[in-house]
């Protein structure tokens, strides 16, 4: 359990997706206009997040690894189909995020409604591969460590979407040199996070 | 036979040129259009991989435009994303491979980046603005300026941050050579960490569109 909580812990503050990874800086930077929206974005991430990194865990461990067929048979048993990882990561997290998007079209209008165009777009975020690529590297024990870590780096990346888009409300009232407004001064203040979150990184959990 | 040579445009006509070196200016992919930041600033610490990495994408973004262009009369609209998607999981695993075979320390240092070239916004980006539309040989081109466009930055950020953060370049000790080490010089530590690449593209942005004064955002 404690395992648990750490690898939660860390993937929240000191792994963060985007301030140590830069992972999914793309919707990150586009949709980080107002609170709300981010808000919006920042939830579909935790919910795909956490549903495909144990998905991807479990085809990892049973069809990907070298000698991740042995259920099948001895005969299976030194196979390696570890260069298909990318091919398949990617259709099963484009196929979670459809199945994902019809279920709640069905059963929860409110959140569609909500949740709506940003759905689609998180087929191709990149935070949501790397949580499976970095799934893959660090190699978990099991499913359970692996849905914490998903579950965690979204929160992380929702955490970090919300306090650019909150910051950059807020930046409509200040005056910024005119070349580096929009862009430039987003770049810069989330290098600024950045260092902030930095601290966390002392903390040994 | 006329009319078909009519129709023909030179290989490097006025406009094709400017396919491949718009990108690297002013309508470049990072600082302009915001795409395929992801994968780029983790790999920008050092020169190699920054170099090695601009390379990979080129490559990816060149050949699936090709690929895309050649098919996108049957390509049905419906399902594009997914066949896209395919084309550059496909490229992307070749170049994976290629680089465990013959350049394996970079390929350790690159880890999942190479992976998440799949989701560079640059080459889905391209895909759709540009190789659904076009002939195999233009874009070809804008693939290839493209991934130059994005290359150069990766490679400014990675100069900068090498050679202030390590004292070196390309592994190849300059500030030691030039003695600055004996009159106090001290390497800058935090150039090497994350945050310092995101501020240093910042600052590329600034530089840039103070160049270009059209540039600038009104909010």
Not at chain 1, 29 to 39: D, F, H, R, W, Y
Not at chain 1, 123 to 144: D, K, P, T
Not at chain 2, 22 to 33: D, Y
């Amino acid at each position: 359990m404690q395992d648990l909580i750490s690898i939660f812990v860390k993937s929240i503050f000191i792994d963060n997706m985007i301030f140590a990874y830069f992972l999914g800086m793309c919707s990150y930077l586009a949709v980080s206009k107002t609170v709300k929206t981010s808000v919006g974005l920042g939830i579909a991430v935790v919910f795909v997040l956490g549903i495909t990194v144990p998905v991807n865990y479990l085809l990892n461990e049973y069809l990907l690894g070298a000698g991740a067929l042995s259920w099948l048979g001895p005969d299976f048993a030194d196979v390696d189909l570890n260069f298909l990882t990318f091919i398949v990561f990617i259709a099963v997290i484009a196929s979670m995020v459809q199945l994902v998007e019809m279920i709640i079209e069905k059963y929860s209008p409110a959140l569609n409604y909500s949740l709506g165009i940003f759905l689609p777009l998180i087929a191709v975020n990149c935070a949501i591969l790397g949580g499976a690529l970095f799934m893959q590297e660090r190699e978990y024990q099991s499913v359970a460590e692996a849905t914490a870590f998903g579950v965690g780096s979204g929160i992380g990346w929702l955490l970090a979407i919300v306090g650019i888009a909150a910051i950059r409300e807020k930046m409509r009232y200040s005056n910024v040199p005119a070349p580096l407004k929009g862009l430039g001064i987003t770049f810069i203040i989330t290098g600024l996070m950045g260092i902030a979150f930095m601290m966390f990184m002392g903390i040994k959990i | 036979m006329s009319v078909e040579a009519k129709e023909r445009e030179p290989l490097f006509s006025s406009k094709n040129k400017k396919l491949l070196s718009s990108p690297l200016n002013r309508e470049n992919p990072i600082t302009m259009q915001v795409l395929g930041i992801c994968s780029a600033l983790a790999v920008t610490a050092k020169l190699e991989p920054a170099f090695v990495m601009a390379i990979s994408v080129t490559f990816v973004t060149a050949m699936g435009n090709v690929v895309i262009s050649s098919l996108r009369k049957t390509i049905p609209p419906r399902i594009r994303i997914i066949v896209q998607l395919v084309v550059i999981a496909a490229l992307v695993i070749v170049v994976d491979q290629f680089l465990k075979a013959f350049a394996y320390n970079v390929s350790k240092q690159l880890s999942v980046f190479v992976g998440l070239i799949i989701t560079n916004c640059i080459i889905m980006g391209r895909f759709e603005a540009f190789a659904m539309a076009n002939k195999p040989w233009p874009s070809f081109l804008d693939g290839l300026g493209n991934g130059l466009g994005y290359g150069m930055i990766l490679i400014i950020v990675g100069f900068f941050r090498e050679l202030f953060g390590s004292g070196t370049l390309w592994g190849y000790p300059v500030m030691e050579q030039l003695g600055l080490y004996k009159i106090g010089y001290a390497n800058n530590g935090m150039m090497i960490l994350p945050p310092m690449a995101l501020i240093l593209v910042g600052v590329i942005i600034w530089i840039q569109r103070s160049r270009y004064r059209e540039l600038i955002e009104n909010k």
